[in-house]
C-alpha cells in the first residue's frame, strides 16, 4: 500500500492515530512493512491561501500536476482518492491504464447549493455581499459554477466505483456525476461509549443537546446558536 503524502508526514505516528481513532492497528502483524509514504512536493501548492480568486478551479488544476509527480513515483493497480481531487482521474486513468480507480468522496467541490445560492443571489460564506448586489458579477460568478460543475462531472465519469460517506453527499454526487454511488460511512471505536453509559444514565439529571460537526463556515453555528436561543425564549430553559 502506497500513500502519497505531504513531505515530513510520519508513518509511525500517522498510523498510531490511526489505531487510538478507528480501532484499526496497522502498526503490526501482516500489514507491517507493507505500507510506504510517498512524499509529494508539489502538494503545497493546492493550498487556497495561494488563490484568493478562481481558487476551486486553480486548485483542481493543481491537483493535475500533484497527480503526474504521483505518478512519476509509482504507478498504481488500484488508486484510491479520498482527498477529493477528481481531477487527477484522467491523468492517472492515461498514465497507468488499466488501473482501477475509487473516489472515496467526503465532501462535494461543488454542490447544486452552491449553484443554487449563486443563482439567487443569497450571500453566503462563499458568495459575499460584494458579488449578491451585482446582477452582472453574480451572472459571470453563477456561468463559472456551471462549467465547473460540468467539468467536475465529466472528470468524475473516470471513476471506476464512486463511494461516499454521507447520505448528503451521495445525494450531491449523485445529483451532479449521474452515476451510481456506493455509501460506506467511516470507520469510528465505539467500544468509548460502553465506559460511559452508567455516568449518561445515573449522573446526568438535566436533557443536553449534543451539536456534532465540523467547524466550517458553511456549516454556520452561529445560526444553530440563535435557533436555541430562540427556542429557550419561547418555551423556556
Known sequence: IVIYTVPGCNMKETLGRVR??????????VNQNKIRFIPVYTMKYIESYW???????????????????????????????????PFTYPIVYILSFPCHITAYVHYPVISSD?????????????NNECITSSTYISSIKF???????KMYQFMGRFATEVVVNSKWTQYHIEEIWQTPVLKIYPPCKTN??????????????????????????????ELQLRSWRLFKDIFGS
Open 114 to 126: 452552491m449553484l443554487k445560492s449563486v443563482a439567487e443571489r443569497r450571500p453566503i460564506y462563499n
Open 143 to 149: 456561468s463559472y459554477y456551471l462549467c465547473f460543475a
Open 51 to 85: 488563490y484568493p480568486f478562481a481558487t476551486m478551479i486553480c486548485q483542481s488544476l493543481v491537483s493535475m500536476l500533484i497527480a503526474i509527480e504521483c505518478m512519476i513515483y509509482c504507478i498504481p493497480n488500484y488508486y484510491i482518492d479520498t482527498v477529493g481531487a
Open 20 to 29: 487510538d481513532s478507528f480501532h484499526i492497528d496497522l502498526t503490526k502483524g
Open 192 to 221: 468509548i461509549w460502553r465506559c460511559c453509559t452508567f455516568w449518561i444514565k445515573k449522573v446526568l439529571k438535566r436533557r443536553y443537546i449534543l451539536s456534532i460537526g465540523q467547524f466550517r463556515q458553511e456549516k454556520n453555528h
